[in-house]
């Protein structure tokens, strides 16, 4: 089975950046290249949220509180995705999980901790 491993949270203040990754390290290049990846977050008490998402063709779409501060890009040779938050606000806090989906299969990460500091 693929594993999905985030990294690159952390602790930051307010204003500042973090970029996230996310790989599939076992996943073969050719299920890596048809997988649409997206990222989710879920701040404490709330519901699990889109926050962006990259299709195979390379197509983007983020929720609108991200718009203009994150970027969402794919590497497919790599086998990783990558979320680049600028501008970063406690509204950002939570759990960020990565998922690798197609057809009826998804595959999501263990997530990983970012949290603002105002």
């Known amino acids: 089975q693929a594993q999905v491993v985030e990294s690159g949270g952390g602790l930051v203040q307010a204003g500042g950046s973090l970029r996230l990754s996310c790989k599939a390290a076992?996943?073969?290049?050719?299920?890596?290249?048809?997988?649409?990846i997206t990222w989710y977050r879920q701040a404490p008490g709330k519901q699990r949220e889109l926050v962006a998402a990259?299709?195979?063709?390379?197509?983007?779409n983020y929720t609108d509180s991200v718009k203009g501060r994150f970027t969402i890009s794919r590497d497919n040779g790599k086998r990783t995705v990558y979320l680049q938050m600028n501008s970063l606000n406690d509204a950002d806090t939570g759990v960020y999980y990565c998922?690798?989906?197609?057809?009826?299969?998804?595959?999501w990460g263990q997530g990983i901790q970012v949290t603002v500091a105002s």
């Open positions: 998922n690798f989906a197609s057809g009826t299969t998804s595959t």
């Open positions: 076992r996943m073969i290049l050719s299920t890596f290249n048809m997988k649409t």
């Open positions: 990259i299709s195979t063709g390379g197509n983007t």
